[in-house]
């Protein structure tokens, strides 16, 4: 059974940031496209970024240059690197593995002003 686990979210002030990981369990994250969501209240969850088997990654307009993606396949975690955090950034982030259609529980990022 394949789970994911997100931490590292918090409390943060604009302009600071944080790093989110994301532990995959129950398959090798190897060869297989990862992404990051996250929802806000009252918002649909949206797409952050994604990142392919080769490492390759986009990102919405909203987070570019601000975000960066990894991921260590030896370690079977996916990150999120997230700097100049702006008090829209506030929302549960989850990680999705997109073969299986599996979500992790989120982590809280809240942003303040």
């Known amino acids: 059974q394949v789970q994911l686990v997100e931490s590292g979210g918090g409390l943060v002030q604009a302009g600071g940031s944080l790093r989110l990981s994301c532990v995959v369990s129950g398959t090798g994250l190897s060869g297989h496209y990862m992404a990051w969501y996250r929802q806000s209240p009252g918002n649909q969850r949206e797409w952050v970024t994604g990142i392919t088997t080769d490492g390759s990654s986009n990102y919405a307009d909203s987070v570019k240059d601000r975000f960066t993606v990894s991921r260590d396949n030896a370690k079977n975690i996916i990150y999120l690197q997230m700097k100049n955090l702006k008090p829209n950034d506030t929302a549960i982030y989850y990680c999705?593995?997109?073969?299986?259609?599996?979500w992790g529980h989120g982590t809280q990022v809240t942003v303040s002003a």
């Open positions: 999705k593995f997109a073969r299986y259609n599996v």
